[in-house]
Each structure stands twice: as structure tokens, then as C-alpha cells.
């Protein structure tokens, strides 16, 4: 049994056409006959025009300019200056952005600059966008996504933070892609996306933070470098807390040692120095736990800023290491107590 082509339904059609990209669903459709040409017309449109020609590209946006009820109907949209002449600065010129009032996702690749100028102003009235990716364009991160914090925007696909995790507080983002940022603007970034639904993983890494390195996982295989604080621009605190925990983990672990050995020393010198070598022993001895203590929390502290999306603080080996430590120095202390 055949079946003619034009006798599928119209929900076939448009079940297939939501697969393809709304240019060669209109050069494939346009011309063959009024029920085709109706129909694409009706149906919602994703325009890529990603490697695409320069000729075909100035065809398409006569067809648009043409028939303006087309950018009602265009839900997602893909422009890119990667291997074209200029290709988003023609278009944006040609249509402003605001004129796709339907507009659900947009995605720049290559932005530059100049580009940034043309789109700042247009973002702010896409009322219903809820996927925006862009590349390149560096630097330029706050001043893009400033002019959406309040939009419906859920999804953000970006190549780097820089200094503009502050505005996540004012946005609404579910899922966000970052291809580099730097260990402080990633802990910041937790801090202020308070609805992001996914933990510190991307792509099967899972990262770690300790009080001076921090690791990436992949499978079996680590990668380790080390912490660098201070940090430049805002760090949201993340680097004072992880400083005072250094300091004072490394003088606890200091004056533990000088305890000790001035409790050691007092049985092999004369009851005068002996006496004295007691008294600073105990008190080191005090001064260690309380420093241990500090250096635990303060370390803590710069962990949970992290975590605190989550409202949880999770610790690592590290700290457990750290809390023993404080338990043997606290039995050590009243040892002490009892030397003469």
C-alpha cells in the first residue's frame, strides 16, 4: 500500500518540522503548494543559522522581512560571527530582538563587542526567554546579564564570570554552564543561586576544597592545585575564612610541638626551670586547643560557603583530622594539669 505524500495529516508535518531548521523547512515547503505554505507559517520556527551560507542567509531574511508575522512565530534562534561576515551585526540591524516576542531561546557564537552595544538594549524587552548561551565576548558578562535579571531566563550557557556572580541573586537560573571560572567565583556563584538544582558536578567531575588545595575528580583520576589567596576581585569572603583557618591550624600545630617538648624538657633540668618550662607548657597546651578550635571553624566556615545553597556543611578528612587533633590536645592540656 502507497501512500501520497501531501495525504499525511498536518500534525505529522508539524511533529517533523519542529526537528529541522525553519530555513530549510522553507525552502524544502515554501513553493510547493498553498496548504505548505499556510502551514509553515503557522507552526513554531527554530532558525539556526549557524555555518550558514551568506546568500542563503540574505534569502531568509528577505523571507522574514517580507511577511513580519514570521518573527512571531520563530521560538528559537541561533546567530554566529564564527566563519561569517558579521553575521549578528546584520542581523540584529535588520531585527530587533524585541520584535520576536515569542522568543524562547537565543544562542550568540563569536560575539564581539560591538555586538554587546547593539544587543544590551534589545534583552531587556524579551520578556518570555528562557535559554541564552553566548561565546567570546570577554569581560563583558555583567553588562549582558544585567539586562535580564528580570526575565524568566532558567537556563544560561556562558564561557566565563567575571566579577558578575552578584547579579545571579537577582535571576531565577535552574541550570548553568560555565566553561572556566576561577575556584572564588565558583564558590560565589553557589552563594547567590540559590535555585540552581544541580550539586558542584559537570560532565562526571566532582570538585573538592580543602584549606590549601583543591582537587577535580573524574572517575578514578585526580587533579590537584593549589588555592591561591588572596583572591582578586570579590571573593565574597571565601578567602579571609580560609586564611584564618591556615593561620591558625599552622600556630596550634606549632605551639602543640613547643608543649610538648617544654614538658618533656622539665625532668632533665634543675626544679627552677623546670617550674617555669611547666607553667608555659600549660599554657601553650590551652592555647593550642582554643587555636584549634578557631582554625576548625574559620576553615569550616570557608568550606560552607559552598555549600550553604544547600544549607548543609560538609566535612572532609581534613577537618576530621583537625577535631582529633583538638580532642588529643584538650587530654593533653589536662595532663598537664597534673605535672609539678
Known amino acids: 500500500m502507497t501512500m501520497k505524500f501531501e495525504l499525511l495529516p498536518n500534525e505529522i508535518f508539524i511533529e517533523c518540522f519542529q526537528y529541522l531548521n525553519a530555513a530549510d523547512v522553507f525552502y524544502s515547503f515554501d513553493r510547493l503548494n498553498y496548504r505548505f505554505y499556510t502551514l509553515i507559517r503557522t507552526i513554531p520556527l527554530r532558525l539556526n543559522f549557524e555555518e550558514f551560507k551568506k546568500s542563503k542567509f540574505n534569502q531568509f531574511c528577505q523571507i522574514i522581512l517580507s511577511d513580519s508575522e514570521l518573527k512571531h512565530q520563530i521560538i528559537s534562534l541561533k546567530l554566529s560571527n564564527k566563519g561569517t561576515r558579521g553575521q549578528i551585526k546584520e542581523f540584529l540591524s535588520l531585527f530587533p530582538l524585541n520584535e520576536f516576542i515569542n522568543l524562547r531561546s537565543l544562542s550568540l557564537i563569536d560575539l564581539k563587542e560591538e555586538n554587546v552595544e547593539q544587543l544590551k538594549p534589545m534583552l531587556a524587552l524579551i520578556s518570555n526567554l528562557y535559554y541564552f548561551s553566548y561565546t567570546n ?26 566579577y558578575s556572580t552578584f547579579i545571579l541573586k537577582e535571576m531565577s537560573i535552574t541550570a548553568l554552564t560555565i566553561s572556566y571560572c576561577a575556584c572564588y567565583q565558583l564558590l560565589g556563584i553557589f552563594q547567590y ?77 634543675d626544679e627552677k626551670i623546670s617550674r617555669i618550662l611547666t607553667i608555659a607548657g600549660k599554657v601553650l597546651a590551652i592555647v593550642c586547643v582554643i587555636m584549634g578550635i578557631i582554625g576548625v571553624a ?35 592540656f589536662i595532663v598537664s594539669l597534673f605535672v609539678k
Request: with cysteine; aromatic share 10%; charged share 10%.
Open 298 to 332: 574559620t576553615g569550616g566556615s570557608a568550606q560552607q560557603v559552598f555549600w550553604q545553597s544547600y544549607n548543609q556543611l560538609n566535612f572532609t578528612a581534613g577537618f576530621g583530622l583537625g577535631i582529633v587533633a583538638i580532642i588529643i590536645n584538650i587530654v593533653g
Open 137 to 162: 565576548s570577554e569581560h563583558k558578562t555583567s553588562a549582558i546579564l544585567s539586562e535580564l535579571s528580570k526575565s524568566k531566563l532558567r537556563i544560561l550557557s556562558i564561557r566565563e564570570f567575571q
Open 193 to 269: 543561586a540559590l535555585t540552581l538544582k544541580s550539586s558542584l558536578s559537570s560532565g562526571g567531575y566532582t570538585y573538592t576544597y580543602g584549606l590549601w588545595q583543591a582537587c577535580t575528580t573524574y572517575s578514578t583520576a585526580s587533579n590537584c592545585g593549589n588555592i591561591n589567596c588572596p583572591a582578586s576581585g570579590n571573593d565574597n569572603g571565601y578567602c579571609g575564612r580560609l586564611m584564618a583557618g591556615r593561620a591558625f591550624m599552622t600556630l596550634a600545630c606549632i605551639f602543640s610541638g613547643i608543649a610538648a617538648i617544654c614538658l618533656l624538657v622539665c625532668g632533665f633540668v
